[in-house]
């Protein structure tokens, strides 16, 4: 490649880097790029995409595609490479695909380096569905952890914790977890029903599934529409509600599902609504709001601008919505974030707080001791409320949840959480399942 084309595709890099997500400074993106060029001196660089926590550069190397991923701080989190394995590799990979996956077919194999291991990403295809398979060079099983981290602690934080050791789960070790399939990578939320279903949506399909905790099996329950950015789903009787981001409602009856699905808009005063709950007790819907409140609206669009900024890092709402009657919404609770760093900092040891998000992206009632459960996907943890008293915080280990967006009980108390998997990587969405403690 020659220099002048160089100099115009970092320049080109720059540009994407800095243009959305967090912004990224000319000294991350010089290490970014000459991390590039180490590996390839004649990169020629194909792709640029910038996430909150991570981006990634695809260049071509010798007509090879390579892929960086980088964490916010411009560190290389892994290399994503094509791979030719051995004929050892392949007749193992080959036997455990037929087991576990008959009918499918091996279309790509790469391999993924990080800092501390290397192993092997296969793709296998059935019926236009793909799937992602991970196996160690020797030709196992591979269980992949996230590398894409922001909280300030870890599993060994964790493990360390004498507070940790006091609460009601153990979530370092599920008693049960499982890849779910492709078409659930994006996993979004789920709605336990009679201890052995689950009911699970995606971001960006309008289609809700149908998953069996006792085998992991898939069926689809009905597709109720097509476009939306879709959050949490709700089994309440025979009817299944979905929620999307904006406020929308959608439900149908799914032991007579004809294709056909009501929608009614929620009048909900905040721009993204994660979070959806039946109350049985009150026969209300709970709802979280991932970004700060609207609060009221006045004719001083400057001022509400400024109310709204000025709350972007103190408070988060939970609101009640009576579907009954008129949808009427009511504000229930005010997480108060300043409230959670606190308990945080009283409680962890080595954890910092100054710079500590809560975004929830699920809730959920104890089915025995009542508490609210609030999920927050960013700054992975979860917070017990007892009314508007925190009762307990517990921090999730960046090690086993990527993004965690669902959130439910068992009726005897045992929690399910389920993890959106990367969209273009190699961590696939999951379903656990953790037992309550005695």
């Known amino acids: 490649m020659k220099r002048q084309t160089r100099v115009f595709l970092f320049a080109v890099t720059v540009l994407f880097l800095g243009c959305s997500g967090k912004k990224t400074t000319s ?7 000459a991390e590039v060029y180490r590996i390839c001196p004649k990169a020629d660089v194909i792709n640029v995409e910038n996430k909150v926590e991570s981006k990634e550069i695809e260049f071509l190397c010798n007509d090879q595609p390579i892929s960086l991923v980088f964490d916010s701080q411009g560190n290389v989190l892994y290399k994503e490479s094509p791979y030719k394995p051995d004929a050892m590799f392949l007749n193992k990979a080959k036997r455990k695909i037929q087991k576990n996956h008959a009918g ?21 295809l059935k019926n ?31 493990e360390s914790s004498a507070y940790y050791a006091t609460l009601q789960y153990d979530l370092l070790h599920s008693t049960k977890q499982f890849d779910v399939p492709e078409v659930l990578k994006e996993i979004s939320g789920l709605s336990v029903v009679g201890d052995t279903v689950i009911f699970c949506i995606q971001d960006e399909l309008g289609a809700v599934f149908q998953v069996d905790l006792r085998d992991e099996s898939l069926s689809t329950v009905g597709r109720f529409t097509d476009v939306g950015d879709f959050e949490d789903v709700q089994v309440v009787g025979n009817m299944v509600y979905i929620l999307r981001s904006d406020g929308s409602l959608f439900s149908f ?22 979070g959806l709950f039946y109350d049985a007790q009150t026969n209300q819907f709970l709802l979280s709001c991932k970004e700060p409140s609207l609060g009221l609206r ?24 009576d579907i009954q ?31 500590m998000a809560f975004n929830p992206s ?17 700054e992975r943890m979860i917070v017990v409320y007892d009314g508007e008293i925190i009762k307990q915080v517990m921090l999730l280990s ?40 005695k």
């Open 27 to 33: 000294q991350e993106t010089s290490m970014m790029m």
């Open 104 to 124: 499918w077919i091996i279309d790509e194999i790469s391999l993924i380096e990080t800092a501390d291991t290397s192993f092997v990403k296969v793709e296998i």
């Open 128 to 158: 236009g569905i793909e799937e992602n398979l991970f196996f160690t060079l020797d030709g196992k099983f591979y269980k992949v952890k996230s590398y894409m981290t922001t909280e300030t602690w870890s599993q060994k934080t964790l």
């Open 253 to 274: 009856n799914y032991e007579k599902f004809s294709g056909h699905s009501n929608q009614i808009m929620l009048n909900v005063p905040c721009m993204n609504i994660e």
């Open 298 to 321: 006045t004719t001083d669009k400057k001022q509400h601008k400024r109310d709204v900024m000025e709350n972007a890092d103190k408070e988060r709402m939970i609101y009640s919505v």
């Open 325 to 355: 009657h008129n949808n009427i919404v009511k504000p229930v609770l005010s997480i108060k974030i300043d409230d959670i760093r606190s308990f945080v900092k009283k409680h962890y040891e080595n954890v910092s707080t100054e710079t």
């Open 362 to 378: 699920a809730l959920a009632i104890h089915p025995i001791t009542k508490e609210l459960y609030v999920l927050s996907a960013s």
């Open 398 to 437: 960046p090690d086993e949840f990527y993004k965690p967006e669902g959130l439910d009980f068992l009726s005897n108390g045992d929690m399910v959480i389920c993890n959106e998997g990367m969209k273009k990587g190699y961590l696939q969405g999951t379903i656990a399942v953790f037992k309550m403690k």
